[in-house]
């Protein structure tokens, strides 16, 4: 069993930039396709990014495309997530997720990962 803890939130004023953490334990980030989402209160999950374990694509959700950069570590067992210019519409809690199959083939919806971390609080605000 995969476990992954998100780090990095914070308060960040609006133009600002953070880098979350997804670090797994338990098995190798080359067996799965890791995803970042976000939920803020009263919405349901978005997805944000999807980085599969083979060369290929990166997907981004339209809203963050040029702002936000995802990347992965095989040394730290690690997946990142960096978000430059942020806005205020980006404040959520953000969590990563391993789907069972490998690849960012399509949307990224919530319901192709089953494994996930317990968040970490992004807040844009002046």
């Known amino acids: 069993q995969m476990h992954l803890v998100e780090s990095g939130g914070g308060l960040v004023q609006p133009g600002g930039s953070l880098r979350l953490s997804c670090t797994a334990s338990?098995?190798?980030?080359?067996?799965?396709?890791i995803a970042w989402f976000r939920q803020a209160p009263g919405k349901q999950r978005e997805g944000v990014s999807c980085?599969?374990?083979?060369?290929?694509?990166?997907t981004y959700v339209e809203s963050v495309q040029g702002r936000f950069v995802t990347s992965k570590d095989f040394g730290e067992n690690t997946v990142y997530l960096q978000m430059n210019n942020l806005k205020p519409e980006d404040t959520a809690v953000y969590y990563c997720?391993?789907?069972?199959?490998?690849?960012?083939?399509?949307?990224?919806?919530?319901?192709?990962?089953?494994?996930w971390g317990q968040g970490t609080q992004v807040t844009v605000s002046s």
């Open positions: 338990g098995s190798s980030l080359d067996r799965y396709a």
């Open positions: 997720g391993s789907d069972s199959y490998g690849r960012c083939d399509g949307p990224i919806v919530s319901s192709k990962y089953t494994n």
């Open positions: 980085l599969s374990k083979l060369d290929g694509p990166i």
